[in-house]
Nanobody, 124 residues
């Protein structure tokens, strides 16, 4: 059973930084693309960033480009999302998702493997 656990969320002032982590267990980490999604109150869940199986290719939503950096450590089965220059509109619950299909991980997310989410709150 593949499980994903996010950590690293919290409260930060606008302009600050946070680093989220997503650790995957119970499967072969190296076969999965891993993505980050977020859902703000009253809004639909949206794609933020994803990374290829090798870590060589990142994918970003326009809202994340230039401010967020995704990376992975396959030896630790962990994907990171470094978030800099945070804005109040980045406030949301952040989820990670794993799938073998890159199209799913960079759009709506694969249906099977999601973490429980970590809250990010950016104060103005």
């Amino acid at each position: 059973q593949v499980q994903l656990v996010e950590s690293g969320g919290g409260l930060v002032e606008a302009g600050g930084s946070l680093r989220l982590s997503c650790t995957v267990s119970g499967g072969n980490f190296n076969i999965y693309y891993v993505g980050w999604f977020r859902q703000a109150p009253g809004k639909d869940r949206e794609f933020v960033a994803a990374i290829s199986k090798s870590g060589a290719t990142p994918y970003y939503a326009d809202s994340a480009k230039g401010r967020f950096t995704i990376s992975r450590d396959n030896a630790k089965s962990t994907v990171y999302l470094q978030m800099d220059s945070l804005k109040p509109e980045d406030t949301a619950v952040y989820y990670c998702n794993a799938d073998i299909n890159v199209v799913l991980v960079t759009t709506s997310g694969g249906k099977d493997y999601w973490g429980q989410g970590t809250q990010v709150t950016v104060s103005s």
